[in-house]
């Protein structure tokens, strides 16, 4: 019998598992094929990575945020385990050595982005690599009922066929029942085994907050609950404006998006996460892979799509089990921006065709020409050059992601890397032949380990600090060496990427369904309509609609979100104040349904004080509405 405890304890440090992890760690390494359901915080990561190391062989990831397979990869070869990352954005022969590596090499992990399953360099490797797990993070992707389907995820079931016997281990922290059937059914589950958690977060209070003023509600509630936190708005802008807004209150605060180099994103994170930051003011990517378990308050000045991604984005709080809390701030304006959103989302077909084409030729791809190929796209100057509204593009890539035909990626944020293409006796030689490059030659082969065999990020300013050498000579130094044929060198590179999964096509055969467009636009409308019955809800447990949302129906109130503690004033149980409401329904909904409040109160069994104070409750609530002869009836 395995012990997956010692494993656990050896590079992770911890005594035991969280609830369920170990469940799911026994049932992937036996070799059964599950979807895991675990709540943002839940330790996904742990459940693959465990039964992995236990077995002989290398794991499979897949996951679509290159952020957070670059952090894993970093933290496991830190604790001495061999993993390796596939994405779009690196070059053919740095993937060419990574996928050999993971042949001959004694690697554990290959985390790859869903576009990199679908290329003939990786089906060709991958049927001689000793594979014991396929991991498929934020499994939701697959399911077009889902709020992040993608196209690419829908091509892992083929990957089964080419690994018959490798135990699919599917993750995520959001499904609904029915999209939880749907990824059993894509991934070609050999049986059904859905192992799930509740999706309650007991130490995590939910809290909306109607206010026409949401800064001046955003500094009552950051100096009314201490400690760390994420303010989430929709801009990179917002994400300026609001961190300079709190600075200027005195609330130390910084702001995270995607403009952001490489280092200074770097640099933020490390003051968040070790509190020399208070409060980080972010787009929604920033929180993904960070491991931070003291944030102490998540608020959303502006309404997420869908309550999916507002779970999973409240999810990163309190992830120590002490209380935290979860506030929406919610105006009129968000429900009119929210249906604005749905028409910029949705732009017509013929506008995204429009777009598509303009794209092609921007990047000056022929037609039939552009499969498996990256390319660098500055959208601004895109939208610029071809006078087009920014929103609209952004949607169009969106769509044609979701049918397949190409990958966009702002999160294009890659080192400078570099590998030895001689042997060390000739750079030896050359050493001695070019003292002007050897500082830099010594550097590079104290610093980085492994740079004969594969890439290795590096850091031309340590590099510089290492050598006493200006950056720019360091650059021009290692561009000499790249020349000279000494060394392979790739500058850092922040520019985002359009990856394309299908060559040019002309119009006639970009084919955009009306049918799934319709439907996909039905989908969404849904889902934010959904958000929006949940922001303006006044009567129902914030956690009960959660938790509902999600299929678990026969949950409790929490007895702490902003709904339940003005219900708690009515000084009564839940069951009595269930009990009397229940009651004053059946009264008002009989067919002499309509009543004075002296009636009302005279049917029910409960002292006439506490009657009354349910009764003008449920009318504050717009549960009972009272005509203008003042008779009350149910809304």
């Avoid at 290692?478 to 590179?493: G, T, W």
């Avoid at 708690?568 to 104040?577: Q, V, Y």
Wanted: aromatic share 10%; hydrophobic share 40%; charged share 25%.
């Amino acid at each position: 019998m395995v012990d997956f405890t010692k494993i656990l304890f050896q590079y992770w440090g911890h005594k035991s598992f969280r609830p369920l992890q170990e469940e799911v760690v026994r049932s992937a390494y036996e070799g059964r094929d599950t979807l895991a359901l675990l709540p943002t915080g839940g330790g996904k990561s742990v459940c693959f990575q465990v039964p992995a190391l236990a077995k002989e062989g290398i794991c499979l990831v897949v996951t679509p945020l290159i952020a957070l397979m670059k952090d894993q990869v970093e933290n496991l070869n830190k604790k001495g385990i061999k993993a390796v990352a596939v994405y779009s954005g690196l070059s053919n022969r740095e993937i060419d050595i990574a996928l050999d590596n993971c042949v001959y090499g004694d690697y554990k992990f290959l985390y790859l982005s869903p576009e990199r399953l679908i290329t003939d360099m990786f089906r060709q490797r991958v049927q001689r690599m000793n594979v014991n797990l396929l991991a498929i993070d934020e499994a939701h992707c697959i399911s077009q009922w889902g709020y992040d389907f993608r196209p690419s995820y829908m091509r892992i079931a083929e990957l089964r066929t080419l690994l018959p016997d490798v135990p699919v281990l599917a993750l995520t922290a959001t499904a609904t029942p029915e999209v939880a059937q749907d990824i059993m059914a894509r991934l070609a589950f050999k049986q059904k085994n859905l192992l799930q958690k509740s999706f309650e977060r007991k130490n995590l209070v939910y809290v909306v907050r109607h206010t026409e003023d949401k800064d001046r509600e955003l500094l009552k509630i950051l100096r009314s609950i201490p400690g760390t936190g994420i303010i989430y708005v929709r801009t990179r802008k917002a994400t300026r404006d609001i961190a300079r807004f709190l600075l200027a209150n005195d609330i130390s605060a910084d702001f995270y998006n995607a403009e952001l180099s490489n280092e200074d994103r770097g640099r933020k994170q490390d003051d968040w996460k070790s509190g020399r930051t208070r409060i980080v003011v972010a787009t929604n990517a920033f929180g993904m892979g960070i491991d931070k378990p003291d944030v102490r308050c998540v608020v959303h000045i502006e309404m997420p799509d869908s309550l999916e991604a507002y779970y999973q984005e409240a999810g990163r709080g309190g992830r120590d089990e002490k209380k935290a809390y979860a506030v929406l701030l919610y105006n009129a304006a968000d429900k009119l921006n929210l249906q604005k959103r749905t028409d910029n989302s949705f732009p017509p077909i013929e506008e995204i065709k429009r777009i598509y084409q303009a794209i092609c030729t921007y990047l000056q791809i022929p037609i039939g020409a552009g499969r498996d190929a990256g390319y660098d796209f500055d959208l601004e100057k895109f939208c610029k050059r071809y006078a087009l509204s920014s929103f609209h593009t952004y949607s169009a890539l969106q769509f044609l992601q979701r049918d397949g035909y190409l990958e966009f990626s702002e999160d294009v944020h890659l080192p400078a890397r570099a590998m030895v293409l001689v042997d060390r006796e000739e750079l030896y030689k050359i050493q001695i032949s070019n003292p002007d490059l050897n500082l830099v030659v010594k550097a590079l082969l104290r610093a980085y380990g492994g740079i004969f065999s594969q890439y290795v990020g590096i850091d031309e300013d340590l590099i510089s600090r290492a050598t006493q050498l200006s950056s720019n000579v360091v650059y021009e130094s290692l561009k000499q060496l790249a020349n000279q044929k000494v060394i392979s060198y790739m500058p850092r590179k922040t520019t985002p990427l359009i990856f394309f999964t299908e060559e040019r096509l002309d119009d006639k055969n970009l084919r955009i369904s009306r049918e799934n467009y319709a439907e996909r636009k039905q989908r969404y409308i849904q889902r934010t309509e959904a958000m929006l019955t949940y922001a303006s809800s006044t009567t129902k447990c914030r956690s009960q609609q959660l938790l509902a949302y999600f299929g678990e129906v026969n949950s409790y109130r929490c007895g702490q979100c902003d709904v339940c503690l003005e219900r708690n004033e009515l000084d009564m149980s839940k069951f009595e104040f269930d009990q009397m409401r229940d009651a004053i329904k059946a009264q008002l909904s009989s067919a002499s349904h309509a009543h004075s409040v002296d009636e009302l109160v005279d049917s029910l069994d409960a002292s006439s004080d506490k009657a009354l104070r349910v009764i003008r409750w449920l009318q504050d609530n717009g549960k009972i509405k009272q005509g203008k002869d003042g008779l009350l009836t149910w809304a």
